[in-house]
Structure formats: structure tokens, C-alpha cells
């Protein structure tokens, strides 16, 4: 066994509103637990590539998940139980929370509308009974809303889990061409929720496994992630059938006939502004650099700008980056001269990434205004 005495761990920064991943010293307790390993099953030696003074320095045990993560979901919880005085409930903790991060949980919570000043909303209510992340919920209670529910449920799985899309080192150009052809240029989330649904619809009309799994494989799709996907799609169906928001009877076998719940699922422009609304404040503006053109047979013509040179810019960060993973990491061009993206994840490593895109159109009101 080999001990280096590192470890990467994730981090909140609550003044920046960011989640960092860094490299840092383990704990103590994880480095006995990396010793104990090497006799495991056999006599075995642990060897430490770290002096005594440094594991002198060490801390005793990990910082407390509480200290380490944004806490809207733990202040939201907090007051649904009938806590008005949230901070000061945080406060008693053993290891409490930083109280600028209290603060900002708090704060987000009032412009997501869970919140108004110290009274939970009617959409708060809703927030706090489903066991999902707040901008899931959100997303699916306005698809049950707006009659999205089947769209919203699939979008809110593949942001609980992951994307059905795979990316070999030697081929994430294919696979990222692949998953673009799904969404048109509209972002991840869309090209991933067509690809499930094109997937499902497959299924459903009995094709057989293998396939299937030869389609999965030229889509660079992974069918186990795909499976998971639709557990949890039933998992939210039963949250938001517990608290009487669609009917106990509403069933996704059937969901073309199920009312007015599902009318608008093909519609990209409404869901769209619906993940727009529910990730608000997560949105990011595009700031093109100045026009270019170059001269033809019938005048000039405007060229696309390079994707290095597009930028991008929220409110808490300023400068941000677009993932390589992502559809639009190489876009230099956003259909309906679309001006802002949302955005689910944002990460700092050597730079604040943000995952998970849609690229939304010019809204009626500038997030970036208040």
C-alpha cells in the first residue's frame, strides 16, 4: 500500500457561491484507514511518501459535510419543519455551518421564490416534500405545470445521475458529434433528452436487446445508465404523485392520453424557458467578439466568430468557461440569436467551468437586471 497523504475533495467557497474541487491533505482518520488496507485480506506494508511532521499537521478527521457543501436544501428542510429562525437553528449545530453560507442559502432561496422573507411559499411547500435536488423539483413541478411532466421527469433524472452518453478518450470528438446531433444545437440537456426519448420509443416497440445495444454503442449511449434513468424517472413520478400534485392514477405507460400533462413535450422553446426559470439565478451571458467579414463575388459577408473568442459571464464569478464535455464547447454560432445559457453545475478547478447547458433566447427580463 502507498499513502501519498492526498486527497481531492470538494469545497464551497460561499463568498464566490462555489463549489471548488483541490487537491489537500488527508485527515488522520483516512490515512489509518489507508493503512489498514494494505492488510486487508494478507500481511501487507503501508508506505507513507510523507514526513512525521506533516501527518503531524494533519487534522484529526474530514471538515463536516455541513461546512463543505451549499446548504439551500438543508435551509429549506430547516423551515418546512416550522423553524422560522433558520440561521440560529443552523447555529446550534455541533459543527456549524459558515454563516456567510447560511446567508447565501437563504438568499438564493427567496429569488427561486421557496421563500418570502421568512414565510415558506406555496412553491417551497412543493420544494421541501420532493426528495430531489431544488432545481430539479422546481423543473418538475413546472413540467407538471406546463405540460411538459414526461420531458421535465427524464431532464430531472439525467441531472440526478448522469448523461447516457459515454466518452472514449480516443473518440470524444465522435461522441460529443453524437450527442449534439441529438439536441440541434440547443445544449446538453436537450440532446440528452431526445436521445432517451428516441431510445425509449425503440424499446417500447419491442426491438430487440441486441439492437438496441448495437444502436446504443453507434450513439456512443450506455444502457445501463439508460435503465437508471428510467428508475428514478419512476422514483420522481411516485415524489410528485405523494404530494398531490398530478393524480395517483396518472401513469407514464400512457402518458399521450394523460390530459393536458405531457401536450407540449416536443416543444423545445417552452422547456427551454422552463429550465431557464428553474436554474435562475444559473445563467450565464454570451458576449460575442466584434463582427468579422470577408469579401465574395457578392460583397462581404459576415463570418462566425471562433469559439475561443466567444465569452461568457455570470453574476457571482464574472468570467466563465464552457466545459469541453459539453455540445457547446466548440459553438460559434447559437440559433434565434440566443444571448444567455443556463447552466445546472458549476465547478473551479484551474477554471470555473459551468456543465449541463441549455442556450436560452432573449428573455422578456435581463436576468443580469435587477
Known sequence: MIDTGRVKETSFDPQNNLVKLGEVWASKAACKQRRGRAGRVRAGNCYKLYTRNAEIKM?????????????????????????????????????????TAVE????????????????????????????????????LIYGATFGCLEATLTIASVLTLRSPFFSPKNKREESRAARTSFGEGQGDLISDLRAYEQW???RSKGISSRDLRSW?????????????????????????KETDFIPPYY????????GNYNRYNSNDAL??????GAFNPQISRIELPDKKFAASVSGAVELDPEAKTIKYFNQDNGRVFVHPSSTLFDAQTFPNNAEFMSYFNKMATNKVFIRDLTRECIPFRDPFKH
Do not use: W
Open 104 to 139: 447565501g442559502a437563504i438568499d438564493l432561496l427567496t429569488r427561486m421564490s421557496a421563500l418570502d422573507g421568512d414565510e415558506l411559499t406555496a412553491l417551497g411547500r412543493h420544494l421541501s416534500m420532493i426528495p430531489a435536488d431544488l432545481r430539479c423539483s422546481k423543473l
Open 251 to 258: 401513469s407514464s405507460i400512457d402518458a399521450s392520453s394523460q
Open 271 to 276: 422547456l427551454r424557458a422552463l429550465i431557464a
Open 59 to 99: 487534522l484529526e478527521r474530514p471538515d463536516p459535510e455541513i461546512r463543505r457543501v451549499p446548504l439551500e436544501q438543508m435551509c429549506l428542510s430547516v423551515r418546512a419543519m416550522g423553524v422560522r429562525d433558520v440561521p440560529g437553528f443552523l447555529a446550534g449545530a455541533l459543527t456549524p455551518p459558515d454563516s
Open 200 to 202: 425509449s420509443g425503440m
Open 216 to 240: 446504443c454503442d453507434q450513439n456512443f449511449l450506455s444502457p445501463q445508465t439508460l435503465h437508471e434513468i428510467t428508475s428514478n424517472r419512476s422514483q420522481y413520478l411516485s415524489s410528485l
